[in-house]
């Protein structure tokens, strides 16, 4: 493999390139491995400008698989397959469930490196019903036992014992972080209304940022009772959601039922939301399911605590680095207590962002990440 580029195919599902922590993962990749050693494909369900102009604009061969939308997409199987057959790819590297279970069991057949990256969701989530979960169930035992599938990786140790424990893998793992891109541009993002918009309320309040899209897991609403609470105590907070998704409209009618719509603004989806951390005293995370998302490394690298459910591996980071603090999911009375707490306490508030910024400077940053997945990927291709 030294003589040539290790070409690298990526198959993900569900990118949307706005708010999305596996495609900003993507980007990593694409812009920090080296191009002079790896050769980068993208095969995804398809057909996001936002995505196909940005792959272009680095590089990457781009294919849009409609039929990954599909329930069960026969025709799927066979465009996969003869794709990467005619691609000649050495790796294949899966991003989610449905591109797993699919180049899973395409690789009994074509015998290429396959792994797949968790990134918060498997097979026993509340996206699949029953019946899913136990189809799913046996394709994945039909992958692990003709041993299709080289290498599981995840983004924190937490993450890797959770799902080793749940499915019973084992097979070999590889534990990274994804850190944050430091080597990004912060001059090209504009300050206009927005930023004029954020400040005003900043000026006279605590604010809060809640950052992704707002979907079901996110559960937002129960950001709002904390919400509602914390003005029930007379703490001077306000709420900043920022991003898009199906569940807006309904959340912006929970706020007019918890009469707390003077104390919460939805900004809907911000292009370079990175560049705004600065303005928030705190990042609420109030997610039932996730991985170890991208907003963590951001509010970090930006100096900002982050108060978080304890799901994923947000425990390991927020509490290893204490950089945040974590609480049951859905303890309203816990969460409402580590805000009002840190509203207080300025000085921890500041300790707790200084920790996350020093931990970023010298541990989880562009240069680790780089390091990780190009040896990883030199490794695996190098393998009998």
Same mark, same amino acid.
């Given at each position: ?49 936002? $995505? ?10 781009? /294919? ?140 006279? /309040? ?44 309904? #959340? ?26 600065? /303005? ?19 509010? #970090? ?58 931990? $970023? ?24």
């Amino acid at each position: 493999m030294q003589n040539k580029k290790i070409k690298i195919c990526h198959i993900a599902h569900k990118l949307t390139g706005k708010s999305d922590g596996v495609f900003t993962h993507l980007k990593m990749l694409f812009e920090l491995l080296d191009k002079n050693k790896f050769e980068q494909i993208l095969m995804y369900s398809g057909n996001e400008p936002i $995505i196909d102009a940005y792959a272009r604009s680095v590089g990457v061969k781009v /294919y849009n698989i409609s039929e990954l939308n599909k329930k069960l997409p026969i025709k799927l199987f066979f465009k996969i397959f003869r794709i990467l057959k005619e691609e000649n790819v050495d790796i294949i590297h899966t991003h989610l469930v449905k591109p797993y279970i699919f180049a899973g069991l395409i690789n009994i057949k074509l015998r290429k490196k396959l792994i797949f990256n968790y990134h918060g969701v498997f097979i026993f989530s509340d996206f699949y019903n029953l019946l899913e979960k136990l189809f799913l169930t046996l394709l994945h035992k039909i992958i692990l036992s003709r041993r299709a599938v080289n290498l599981w990786v995840f983004p924190s140790r937490l993450l890797r014992d959770k799902l080793i424990n749940n499915y019973g893998y084992r097979g070999s793992t590889r534990v990274y972080y994804n850190g944050y891109p430091m080597h990004k541009s912060t001059s090209d993002y504009n300050f206009s209304k927005l930023v004029d918009e954020i400040k005003k309320i900043r000026f006279g /309040y605590f604010l809060v940022g809640i950052i992704g899209r707002v979907d079901t897991h996110k559960r937002i609403d129960i950001a709002l009772k904390v919400l509602k609470n914390l003005v029930q105590n007379k703490l001077n907070v306000f709420f900043a959601i920022i991003g898009d998704g199906d569940k807006i409209e309904e #959340m912006k009618e929970e706020t007019k039922i918890l009469n707390i719509s003077e104390r919460v603004k939805f900004f809907g989806y911000v292009p370079d939301i990175k560049n705004y951390f600065n /303005y928030f005293d705190l990042i609420l995370i109030t997610s039932e399911a996730e991985g170890l998302p991208f907003v963590i490394w951001e509010a #970090m690298y930006n100096g900002v605590p982050v108060v978080s459910s304890d799901v994923g591996g947000i425990r390991e980071i927020l509490e290893g680095e204490n950089c945040g603090i974590v609480y049951p999911f859905n303890d309203l009375e816990r969460c409402v207590e580590i805000i009002t707490d840190l509203y207080y306490n300025r000085e921890k508030l500041k300790i707790l962002g200084e920790n996350g910024r020093k931990a $970023i400077l010298e541990k989880y940053n562009e240069k680790q990440f780089k390091q990780f997945f190009e040896q990883l990927y030199i490794d695996l291709a190098d393998e009998k």
